[in-house]
C-alpha cells in the first residue's frame, strides 16, 4: 500500500478593518515591512435566538512592493481582504520573557475602500500581490493553491 503524504497547505483569507495605521519600516538590508491589525467581526445568533456580534483580531505582516502599497494607501479605518498564510515568531520583551505571536503573512491584499473624491484609474490596481511568496512554494505545493 503506498504512503500517504499529507500536502502542507497553510492558507487564509480574511476581511477586515485596520485597528490602526499600518507601521512601515524596513530591515537592515533595506527590505520593506509592513505590520497593521484588522478587526474581523462575525455575527451570529445565541441561545436566545438574539443576535451577537464577536471580533477577531488578527496580525498582518506584508513585505517588499506590497509593503509599500499598503504604507500608500492604507489608514486606520480601511476595509481590505487578505490572503496569505499563518507564520509564527518568537520574541523576547523587555522583561525577558519570550513571546510568541500567531500573524498572516499576506500574499494579496484587496483595499476595498475608495478614498474620497477618488475615481477608478484602470491602471491601478485595488489587489496587491507579493510576487516573491510564489518562489517559496515547491511545485507540487503550487499546484494546490491553483
Given amino acids: 500500500m503506498a504512503e500517504f503524504k499529507m500536502p502542507e497547505l497553510n492558507s487564509v483569507i480574511i476581511a477586515g478593518n485596520l485597528t490602526k495605521d499600518p507601521i512601515f519600516r524596513q530591515t537592515t538590508n533595506g527590505t520593506p515591512v509592513v505590520n497593521f491589525s484588522i478587526a474581523s467581526n462575525r455575527r451570529f445568533r445565541d441561545k436566545n435566538e438574539d443576535w451577537k456580534e464577536d471580533v477577531c483580531y488578527v496580525g498582518i505582516v506584508a513585505w517588499n512592493r506590497l509593503a509599500e502599497s499598503c ?40 483595499f476595498l475602500n475608495k478614498r474620497a473624491g477618488e475615481t477608478h484609474d484602470k491602471d491601478e490596481p485595488s489587489t496587491f500581490t507579493d510576487e516573491s511568496f510564489d518562489s517559496l512554494l515547491s511545485p507540487e505545493d503550487s499546484d494546490l493553491i491553483k
Avoid: H, P, Y
Avoid at 72 to 91: H, I, P, Y
Fill in 71 to 110: 504604507r500608500d494607501k492604507l489608514k486606520k479605518g480601511n476595509a481590505v481582504l487578505v490572503d496569505g498564510e499563518l507564520q509564527s515568531r518568537t520574541f523576547k520583551t523587555e522583561d525577558g520573557s519570550n513571546r510568541t505571536i500567531v500573524e498572516i503573512k499576506a500574499r494579496r491584499i484587496q
